[in-house]
């Protein structure tokens, strides 16, 4: 119980020097009202830690598992060892049993979830009522950018296979990192940006060719 308590938990968040001409981003986290998506349509991490029974994993783990992942990805590289000490201290880390509900298709989520260790199920219900498994994601992999991006529904669903350690990124976070390293952030978009892309391109052609 103290561990899913500890995840509802507000973190501090430090403010920043103001000046007349300074405003504090609230791109992401606003971006889903903007589309008309009120607050209960939405499913922060939070809720779904709760639902699904996360316990929180210590950052020193946690940030030691994402550093290594992304020091091996094509892309996530491109960022230096100072950087991604940076980026972490805006994730969250946790670990998740077994056959859980990460991600759920159609719904509003404002969080991504890095897969640290185990194995996670990517399925999707097409529109003629066939479930598909797109894929299985691994360690490294990156699943609900999508709708942190560009404010929309999720696209897929994603359960645990098997008990996971997990590093998310939420909305306000990407606002805090945005107010706080805003070169570092600006790099960060671009990356999750190409690596989506290239997964929608992938997820695309595994559609067509397997369409019945």
């Not at 606003?30 to 607050?39: C, E, I, L, P, R």
């Not at 779904?48 to 996360?54: D, L, P, S, T």
């Not at 479930?131 to 999508?146: S, T």
């Not at 978009?189 to 369409?211: E, G, W």
Request: proline content about 4%; charged content about 25%.
């Amino acid at each position: 119980m103290k561990g899913i308590l500890s995840l509802l938990r507000t973190k501090p968040r430090k403010n920043q020097p103001t000046s007349p001409h300074h405003t504090d981003s609230m791109l992401f986290a606003s971006a889903f009202a903007h589309q008309g998506v009120d607050d209960a349509m939405l499913v922060p991490w939070e809720a779904r830690a709760v639902e699904v029974g996360a316990q929180r994993l210590s950052t020193r783990r946690g940030g030691k598992l994402l550093r290594h992942l992304w020091a091996k990805d094509k892309y996530m590289a491109q960022l230096d060892k100072g950087a991604l000490a940076c980026v972490e201290r805006f994730f969250e880390f946790a670990t998740i049993a077994a056959h859980r509900d990460v991600i759920r298709q159609d719904e509003y989520g404002n969080f991504l979830v890095v897969v640290l260790t185990g194995t996670m199920a990517i399925d999707r219900i097409q529109p003629w009522g066939k479930q598909r498994r797109l894929a299985e994601a691994q360690p490294g992999d990156m699943l609900g950018e999508m709708s942190l991006l560009d404010s929309g529904s999720r696209f897929s669903a994603c359960a645990t296979l098997t008990p996971c350690e997990v590093a998310v990124l939420s909305a306000e976070a990407m606002d805090e990192m945005m107010n706080k390293e805003p070169k570092l952030a600006a790099s960060l978009v671009t990356l999750l940006a190409r690596k989506l892309s290239l997964r929608l391109r992938a997820v695309s052609a595994n559609l067509s060719d397997n369409q019945e």
